[in-house]
């Protein structure tokens, strides 16, 4: 009788994790898609996982690399993602084999938390193997209705504001704002020109300049959907005024190329969501029409090892954190 088999994945594994996705979600994955996330990253290459059956490829799930900033503390973790059954095969547990035998290779690593942003649906399997659910995100989007109107009395962008296509050379002397009060990503030049490299998607980045130096960016990504996607948004000294005039920028450019709307994701807690409202983005309250999914933030951490990271005001995930925009 044929058995299940739990064994290692790495870059020779790509085509058939690619056919593994089509199968899961209908969707097609590009190879250089899978060798970018899981083999070009900075932070270093992702544990991957694979359940085989008759040496078929039916389930896999990853455990990526992140650098981030631990309150006053520079650590990398990693982040579950990308868990995927073989249609044929669901039902059995074996999202849970996975899960547990990612978790038990990243552990010898050591790290002082795993997280992962998945569907409520992935939580109850998470939840059962000791993460702990700390919140959610909320998608904000403003319509194309809301941007139209709010062009009406301020449709020129700001002199001190520039758009780019690529990052290449923008950064090189620019001090991120790596807060060491929060628990957040670790930018860096590196990171973000990897970043924008993902191949699902286009990106551009506003600057804006005082003194012919960048204080602050925003970076979007175009979504097949109509949608502008608010990708990472910072200003070196949090400069209320900068972020305005960035967000005001983009609101500008989604105008002028029709798009149906612009999208971010975010904690309710934070200053990013206030500015948000502030500009009259809103949620979709209901459970159906566009923008009502969210996103459940789960960690795994070793007992006592981050008790002041349960409360959401010491985060910062954005849509940065998420792969898919």
């Given at each position: 009788m044929s058995e299940y088999i739990v064994q290692n994945l790495n870059i020779q594994?790509?085509?058939?994790?690619?056919?593994?996705?089509?199968?899961?979600?209908?969707?097609?994955?590009?190879?250089?898609?899978?060798?970018?996330?899981?083999?070009d990253n900075p932070a270093g290459?992702?544990?991957?996982?694979?359940?085989?059956?008759?040496?078929?490829?039916?389930?896999?799930?990853?455990?990526v690399p992140e650098k981030v900033n631990v309150l006053s503390e520079k650590k990398v973790v990693y982040k579950c993602t990308d868990l995927m059954i073989h249609p044929a095969h669901q039902g059995k547990g074996l999202g849970?084999?996975?899960?547990?035998?990612?978790?038990?290779?990243?552990?010898?690593?050591?790290?002082?938390?795993?997280?992962?942003?998945?569907?409520?649906?992935?939580?109850?399997?998470f939840l059962k193997n000791g993460w702990l659910?700390?919140?959610?995100?909320?998608?904000?989007?403003?319509?194309?209705?809301?941007?139209?109107?709010?062009?009406?009395?301020?449709?020129?962008i700001n002199p001190t504001i520039r758009i780019y296509d690529s990052i290449n050379g923008l950064f090189d002397n620019y001090q991120f704002r790596n807060d060491s009060t929060k628990i957040s990503l670790e930018k860096s030049a590196d990171f973000l020109k990897w970043r924008m490299l993902n191949?699902?998607?286009?990106?551009?980045?506003?600057?804006?300049?005082?003194?012919?130096?960048i204080n602050g960016y925003l970076i979007y990504s175009l979504g097949k959907s109509g949608f502008l996607n608010i990708v990472d948004m910072e200003s070196i000294y949090e400069d209320k005024i900068v972020f305005e005039l960035l967000l005001k920028a983009l609101e500008i450019e989604a105008c002028k190329r029709d798009y149906r709307g612009i999208v971010a994701?975010?904690?309710?807690?934070?200053?990013f969501d206030k500015m948000l409202v502030n500009n009259n983005y809103i949620k979709n309250p209901?459970?159906?029409?566009?923008?009502?999914?969210?996103?459940?933030?789960?960690?795994?951490t070793q007992e006592n090892r981050l008790d002041k990271s349960l409360s959401l005001s010491n985060w910062e995930i954005y849509s940065i954190n998420y792969d898919d925009v």
């Open positions: 594994h790509i085509s058939q994790m690619a056919d593994l996705y089509f199968l899961s979600c209908k969707k097609q994955l590009k190879p250089e898609l899978i060798k970018w996330k899981y083999f290459e992702a544990i991957l996982k694979g359940i085989f059956l008759n040496e078929e490829l039916i389930g896999s799930g990853a455990m849970t084999l996975i899960t547990l035998s990612l978790k038990d290779q990243v552990q010898l690593l050591n790290p002082i938390f795993c997280y992962t942003l998945c569907s409520k649906k992935a939580t109850s399997v659910n700390v919140g959610e995100l909320i998608y904000y989007f403003k319509p194309k209705i809301l941007l139209e109107i709010s062009n009406l009395f301020y449709n020129k191949p699902r998607f286009n990106y551009k980045i506003i600057c804006h300049y005082e003194n012919n130096m994701i975010t904690f309710e807690t934070n200053y209901f459970k159906i029409g566009p923008m009502h999914s969210q996103l459940d933030f789960n960690i795994f």
